[in-house]
């Protein structure tokens, strides 16, 4: 009896702690989310055609992001103009084409440290015509996988400044790394890729923070 009362009380404590740690982190987010609308406001931004108020679309983004954060890559565009919908669509094509332009430069970058020894023995030339049509590739299969959470403008000269913020499937990223490396290896008319560059595109892209 007194063994069992131990471990109803003991489950109870685990629920309360564990209650507890969610509400302080609840809370922290909060906070910090407050902090950053605050910044935002008071360097011009504003959502861009919504309703929602800013602090709910960053809480709504920060909590699906940090809800797998392994997983839901964050992307960020940004394009100046004057006409919202092409302004939107500019930064987001802007953070789309930053993504692959990084996932070239590391995939390149690590091929051409190991050329030396690649059995293969792709030349730098090759390297870079497999590069550029990675690239290319990339770009395009990753334009469709994108989610866009919310877009900030500000005026900036007389025109205005989109601000993208979205995300991407890390998961459903990689397998779009694969097949445009694929395509890019036929266009590139290389042989089998190596196991060493076969991981290298398998790793996911790390964007500049």
């Known amino acids: 009896m007194k063994q069992r009362i131990f471990n109803v009380l003991l489950a109870i404590a685990l629920i309360f702690c564990g209650s507890s740690a969610a509400f302080a982190q609840s809370k922290l987010l909060k906070k910090d989310i407050?902090?950053?609308?605050?910044?935002?406001k008071k360097a011009g931004w504003?959502?861009?055609a919504t309703a929602s108020t800013m602090?709910?679309?960053l809480t709504k983004y920060r909590t699906y992001v940090e809800g797998d954060e392994e997983n839901h890559l964050v992307l960020t565009g940004i394009?100046?103009?004057k006409n919202p919908k092409i302004g939107r669509e500019n930064a987001m094509m802007n953070g789309i084409t930053s993504y692959a332009s990084r996932a070239k430069a590391q995939v390149v970058g690590k091929m051409k440290s190991i050329m030396s020894s690649d059995a293969?023995?792709?030349?730098?030339e090759e390297i870079d015509k497999f590069g550029a049509a990675y690239e290319m590739g990339v770009n395009t299969k990753i334009a469709g996988l994108v989610k866009m959470h919310f877009t900030l403008v500000r005026e900036k000269g007389g025109s205005k400044e989109f601000q993208?913020?979205?995300t991407i499937d890390e998961s459903a990223a990689k397998k779009a790394r694969e097949l445009a490396a694929?395509?890019?290896?036929k266009k590139a008319a290389l042989n089998d890729l190596s196991q060493q560059v076969e991981d290298f595109i398998g790793d996911p892209v790390e964007m500049d923070e």
């Open 164 to 166: 993208v913020y979205m």
């Open 120 to 124: 293969e023995g792709m030349s730098e």
């Open 55 to 57: 602090e709910y679309a």
């Open 182 to 185: 694929k395509e890019a290896k």
């Open 34 to 40: 407050k902090k950053t609308c605050k910044e935002w």
């Open 46 to 48: 504003s959502l861009l």
């Open 79 to 81: 394009a100046v103009g």
